[in-house]
Nanobody, 120 residues
Framework: QVQLVESGGGLVQPGGSLRLSCAASGSINGMGWYRQAPGKERELVAT???????NYADSVKGRFTISRDNAKNTVYLEMNSLKPEDTAVYYCQADRTIATMGISRGYNYWGQGTQVTVSS
């Protein structure tokens, strides 16, 4: 029902900036960004609720900003002061809760990922 398409990844020098975008094709509630570096498990980067409340991993606080445009059904991740440690595949995530016959069911969706490489 929902497809997520990420864009904006690429190569950037340490201290530089990138902005990732993720467009959802269907209705969603919360959205977020996760990343997976070589040899490590996927980890949470940032999330934003439908109401605009945000949360960040300690490693990116003060450097990354997550935001969303509900009219475009799109979430963004502004990444500043990038470090080599930020190098990873970044994945967009979205969730949706649907109530049917008085029963709520939760669904999660994932994008295919976009590569971010921070190197001099």
């Amino acid at each position: 029902q929902v497809q997520l398409v990420e864009s904006g990844g690429g190569l950037v020098q340490p201290g530089g900036s990138l902005r990732l975008s993720c467009a959802a094709s269907g209705s969603i509630n919360g959205m977020g960004w996760y990343r997976q570096a070589p040899g490590k498990e996927r980890e949470l980067v940032a999330t934003v609720t439908g109401g605009g409340s945000t949360n960040y991993a300690d490693s990116v606080k003060g450097r990354f900003t997550i935001s969303r445009d509900n009219a475009k059904n799109t979430v963004y991740l502004e990444m500043n002061s990038l470090k080599p440690e930020d190098t990873a595949v970044y994945y967009c995530q979205a969730d949706r809760t649907i109530a049917t016959m008085g029963i709520s069911r939760g669904y999660n969706y994932w994008g295919q990922g976009t590569q971010v490489t921070v190197s001099s």
